[in-house]
């Protein structure tokens, strides 16, 4: 009930912003000169044919039928997708409209959704259709996915050999999806040699992994935190390449790893077949610093059937110091919110990250402004809650307790973070998971 009063409110008072916007100018807001350059710079990376968007924002005819759900879409804070609170941090990729241009959007759908002159419209943009950045090295899946038309696809895992004789030092990464409209999200792994994960996948074959027992009865996270599997490379759609060498540092691919593609499909009504790509770019010599992707994540919980906010924590300490680059957190379709707080040495403390709304279909990275000076003995708190009631509408099943596990239908708490340490930094002591603080009342 709350929320949607609160977007009523909101609705009323950006009504009466945009009144004045409106009238502020000859009276009109049209669609060549006020909305086609917000619409350009906002939505067109993912509202474009063939693109994840389920219309074309690239012209007036395309875009009319469309403005009363866009004043709404933009009202409401749906649209551009984007789930950090505005009160904390301040983040590098931060996508979200200003009022002024929600005003402008919701004033153009109140006004008749008028087109205006053809000569104030901004010159069309050009998009790349090919990689953006100059690969040296790439890695495709060897055999097309068939996505199916309809139904729920599970997360589809793609190991492919890198046959790297020498470790390799990645400065950038970027993923190409095959069927652009279909690819929620990808992920690239390393999976260096002896690594024991998705053992059973055979090379190159989509694979899903067998529901199996949950780790809940073995809650060793202390080893998993230190789980060899490292994240390369990772795709939300309108995502630019990932960048590594942000202060003289690299990313690793040991030599005889192999990749690890985590996808995420969409069914969207319309079969097609996905090979999806990834490229990099190589460091001429190795780096004076490491760029590496950590997780903090807690596995020994046991959400309750019906419970509408449970919650539970991952402590992770720092044991060196760290530039602090990026986040992103994970958790099923139950997950409700995740914040992170830091609390430094000096007991000082400050929450970096807080996503009030998590939405299983985004999984978004949080670049940090600045990387965050992070000091020794830095403690990382992850508090998340989720929502295994029936109210929850993405709830697979409101009667089940819920464990740690790979499938949708289990839960996980994990925040992937990049941080960059020195290159000699033995990489297993950069962080501990520790238990949380007892007792807890
Ligand atoms: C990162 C990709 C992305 C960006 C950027 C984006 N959208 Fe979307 N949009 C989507 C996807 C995917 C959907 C459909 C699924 C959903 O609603 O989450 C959608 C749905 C919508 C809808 C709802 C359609 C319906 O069924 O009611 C509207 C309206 C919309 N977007 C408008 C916008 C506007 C306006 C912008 C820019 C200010 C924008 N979007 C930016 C990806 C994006």
């Known amino acids: 009930m709350l929320p949607r009063l609160f ?48 219309m074309s924002l690239l012209n007036y ?50 006004s008749g959704a ?19 950045i100059q690969p040296d090295l790439t890695f495709e899946m060897p055999v097309p996915y068939n996505i199916p038309a309809s139904g729920i696809i599970e997360y589809t895992y793609f190991v492919v050999p890198t046959s790297l ?32 994960w998705m053992k059973d996948a055979r090379l190159g074959i989509p694979y899903v992994p067998p529901k199996r ?17 490292e994240f390369l490379v990772g795709y939300v759609p309108g995502m630019q390449p990932q960048r590594y060498d942000i202060d003289h540092s690299a990313k690793l691919i040991p030599a005889g790893s192999d990749i690890v593609f985590e996808v995420h499909y969409t069914a969207n009504g319309k079969p097609a077949q996905d090979q999806t790509r990834v490229g990099l770019t190589l460091a001429k010599a190795p780096p004076e610093k490491r760029f590496i992707t ?5 596995l020994d919980f046991a959400i309750p059937p019906g419970d509408p906010n449970y919650e539970a924590k991952s402590f992770v300490k720092f044991l060196e110091p760290v530039q602090f680059v990026e986040q992103q957190p994970h958790m099923h379709l139950r997950g409700k919110d995740m914040s992170v707080r830091m609390t430094y ?5 400050q929450m970096i990250l807080n996503v009030p ?35 929850n509408k993405w709830n697979p099943d409101p009667t089940a307790t819920v464990h740690w596990g790979d499938q949708s239908w289990d839960e996980m708490l994990v925040n992937h973070f990049g941080v960059i340490v020195d290159r000699a930094t033995d990489v297993q002591k950069i962080v501990e998971n520790i238990k949380p603080p007892l007792p807890r009342n």
């Open 345 to 349: 040495p000096t007991g000082e403390s």
């Open 61 to 110: 005819e395309s875009t009319r039928p469309w403005a009363k759900a866009i004043r709404a879409a933009v009202i409401s804070r749906r649209m551009p997708p984007w789930f950090a609170d505005r009160k904390v941090g301040h983040f590098a990729n931060d996508r979200r409209l200003s009022d002024a241009d929600v005003s402008t959007l919701a004033a153009w759908a109140d």
């Open 7 to 54: 977007i009523i409110c909101l609705a009323i008072a950006s009504v009466g912003f945009a009144a004045d916007t409106a009238s502020t100018k000859d009276g009109k807001v049209t669609f060549n000169r006020d909305v086609l350059p917000i619409l350009q710079k906002n939505c067109q990376v993912c509202h474009r044919p063939g693109e994840i968007g389920p």
């Open 213 to 229: 027992q949950t780790l809940a009865s073995k809650p060793d996270s202390q080893q998993l935190v230190k789980d060899v599997n």
């Open 294 to 298: 950590l997780v903090g994540r807690a």
């Open 165 to 196: 004789k020498q470790d390799t030092w990645v400065t950038m990464g970027e993923i190409r999806p095959g069927a652009r409209s279909h690819v929620h999200h990808v992920i690239a792994y390393v999976r260096p040699p002896g690594s024991t």
């Open 114 to 132: 008028l087109e205006g002159d053809a000569k104030d419209k901004p010159a069309p943009l050009e998009w790349k259709e090919g990689w953006n």
């Open 357 to 391: 709304n998590y939405d299983f279909n985004w999984q978004l990275v949080y670049y940090h402004d600045k990387p965050l000076q992070v000091p020794k003995s830095t403690l990382m708190e992850i508090t998340a809650h989720w929502d295994n009631s029936q109210n």
